[in-house]
């Protein structure tokens, strides 16, 4: 099975408290760390799994700057076989629509039964999947959190509420966004990166896909963020303040009062 | 101006989800005199309630009755709506696996804008809707401007518009004829159920809640220990049971169970919408995060801003002293 897995460089959550800059037109980049948006590494992972079971070959790629390289190769030493590079300045502040515009035009370029994307990415909306599989005209399932596959088709889990899971089947080729915990991505150190260092891994512009930059960046975005903001928080809560022992002293009260202590 | 307003309505039972009357009081938010129709599809004898009561939000109700869609199958329902809704229309859905799954294809299809996961909405000017996000689990907000010239597929968080009393009396339509030829590529085979735990949190009085902020799994320990000196269960969010450090029947939130006890103790939990979306009934909430403007502290009765890891050990001990 010929896969293709779409990973974004994202702000890593783990690493950074997320807050916003001096004039509200991004958030705080200072001290800002990225790594591969967290369900991508399971979208990978899958893939992989899938390849190891029944052949072919996972591709990974992503539109982003110059930066966006390190994703690929993370991947790449998690065991994807190709990555490809999509960095163009007209590409920037692309809506989520420009964005799947242009991961269109590069998997129009080869040929794929499987494309998997993540979910949702942390500073994004959890929408290049299903506009992709709209745009490739491929049929589409969300929040997927098992795969199994038989002959030129798939059987599939979606995560509904409640901790509910949806069976569906689904005919290849198709487009499925995963859904975090549907495997565990194993771990890349240092030395698997190391290893893929020196793979080639080309790059795409926007006249290598002959894409109308009126149609994707800044100028084709229906979609536009204006500013950043931190919210007003209403009453919020009641900090509690002091050393350790009196916070515990007066906590230890509280909970007495609201029937939190047996 | 002549845009005409939609929103896609989910049911369960012959019971109209609450997010149909959030969506009318969204729609509101959009325009405030333009009546909104709402799009009601299913099959049996609990789809006629739905649509009546989805009549008292909305001035229109388009029932859609078919075998097809006795399950929402997002694929089937995309295909419906692009035969029947009006070019430019702006259509409105509950941001919910359900909505997450429909609303970004249908905003191609229909060559819309689509705007995820929206908050509030400020208003309209010309073609420009202005509404609110969040990004990274509701730590930063974002003004969104979208064009909606040609139309919209706008995704409601769950929980965010206030639903109003309303008693429009709206007029139910039967479409069902619509439905006619409607196939996806993707068939709906069966719902599995949640599987039930070794401990019921749904029934727990007081439930000490671990997040991502436990850091390992070594350190649920610390978290055990608060709850068996307190008397109470564990539970937690999300990233916990991706890391199969709990069981699933302990997850807090939409995709796992909800829960309704006196006191919650957050420890180390951000807040995100889908984690706070699992707990009812307004407990005393109390929060521990080393983030001062981690967005849980927006919620909780009762904010500290540590470490966990040092400060829980110190709770206990003291509790245990008692
Ligand atoms: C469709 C869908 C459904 C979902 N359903 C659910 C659901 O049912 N339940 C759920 O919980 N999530 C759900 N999520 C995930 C949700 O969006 C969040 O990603 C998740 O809730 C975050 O969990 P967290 O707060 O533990 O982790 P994080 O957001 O990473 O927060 C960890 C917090 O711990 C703090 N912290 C770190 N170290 C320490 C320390 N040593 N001491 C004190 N504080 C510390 C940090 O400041 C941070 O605020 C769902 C997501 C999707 C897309
Ligand atoms: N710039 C990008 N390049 C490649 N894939 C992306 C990009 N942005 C988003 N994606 C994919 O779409 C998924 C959902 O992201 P989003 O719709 O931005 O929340 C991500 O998990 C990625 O798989």
């Known amino acids: 099975m010929e896969i293709l897995v779409c990973v974004k460089r994202a702000p890593d959550t783990l690493e950074n408290e997320i807050t916003v800059n001096k004039d509200g037109t991004n958030i705080e980049q200072e001290d800002l760390v990225y790594s591969v948006n967290e369900w991508d590494n399971y979208a990978v992972e899958e893939a992989i799994q899938i390849r190891d079971k029944v052949g072919g070959s996972v591709t990974v790629v992503t539109v982003g700057d110059e930066d966006a390289e390190e994703v690929l190769r993370r991947e790449m030493a998690m065991g994807a076989d190709n990555g490809i590079l999509i960095s163009d300045k007209a590409f920037e502040n692309s809506d989520g629509k420009g964005i799947a515009s242009i991961l269109k035009a590069e998997i129009e370029k080869g040929k794929y039964d499987l494309i998997l994307t993540g979910a949702q990415a942390d500073d994004g909306a959890g929408q290049i999947g299903g506009m992709l599989a709209a745009m490739l005209d491929l049929p589409y399932a969300s929040l997927v959190n098992k795969i199994d596959s038989e002959d030129g088709k798939l059987t599939i889990g979606r995560e509904i509420e409640g901790g509910a899971q949806e069976i569906n089947e689904i005919e290849l080729p198709c487009v499925l966004s995963i859904q975090t915990g549907i495997n565990e991505p194993r771990y890349v150190g240092i030395r698997g990166i190391r290893k893929v260092a020196s793979i080639e891994i080309p790059v795409r512009t926007a006249s290598d896909l002959g894409l109308d930059t009126n149609a994707v960046g800044d100028a084709g975005a229906k979609v536009k963020k204006l500013d950043y903001f931190i919210p007003e928080t209403g009453d919020g809560a009641e900090m509690l303040t002091g050393s350790q022992e009196e916070i515990a002293d007066k906590l230890i009260e509280l909970l007495k009062a609201k029937g939190g202590m047996k | 101006m002549n845009r005409q307003l939609f929103a896609y309505i989910t049911h369960q039972n012959g019971v109209a989800n609450d997010s149909a009357f959030e969506l009318a009081a969204a729609a509101k938010k959009i325009s405030a005199d ?289």
């Open chain 2, 34 to 322: 333009t009546s909104v129709t709402a799009i009601v599809t299913g099959k049996g004898e609990g789809l006629t309630k739905v649509c009546e009561q989805a009549s008292s939000a909305f001035a229109k109700v388009w029932k859609i009755e078919d075998d097809a869609f006795a399950y929402p199958n997002a694929e089937l329902i995309r295909a419906l709506i692009l035969k029947i809704l009006p070019e430019k229309s702006v259509i409105l859905l509950a941001h919910d696996t359900f909505g997450m799954d429909l609303g970004p294809g249908l905003s191609i299809k229909l060559n819309a804008s689509f705007i995820s996961d929206v908050v509030n909405i400020e208003g309209t000017d010309g073609d420009a809707l202005k509404t609110v996000r969040q990004e990274y689990s509701g730590q930063v907000s974002t003004h969104i401007s979208c064009d909606i010239a040609d139309g919209a597929v706008i995704n409601i968080r769950p929980g965010a518009f206030k639903p109003e009393e309303a008693s429009i009396g709206g007029k139910i339509e039967d479409k069902s004829s619509e439905a006619a030829g409607i196939a996806a590529k993707r068939k709906y085979v069966k719902t599995i159920e949640a599987e039930v735990g070794d401990v019921d949190i749904t029934k727990s009085e007081v439930l000490v809640s671990i997040g991502r902020g436990i850091e390992d799994e070594d350190n649920i320990e610390i978290a055990q220990e608060l709850a068996d000196a307190i008397g109470a269960d564990v539970s937690c969010s999300r990233p916990i049971v991706d890391a199969k450090w709990l069981e699933k029947s302990r997850q807090v939130g939409t995709s796992g169970q909800t829960v309704k006890p006196k006191v919650y103790i957050a420890l180390g939990i951000s807040g995100s919408f889908q984690h706070l979306g699992g707990i009812k009934g307004s407990p005393f909430m109390v929060a521990v995060n080393k983030n001062a403007n981690a967005p849980i502290f927006q919620v909780a009765d009762i904010g500290i801003t540590d470490d966990l890891l040092d400060f829980v050990p110190v709770l206990t001990e003291k509790i245990e002293k008692l």
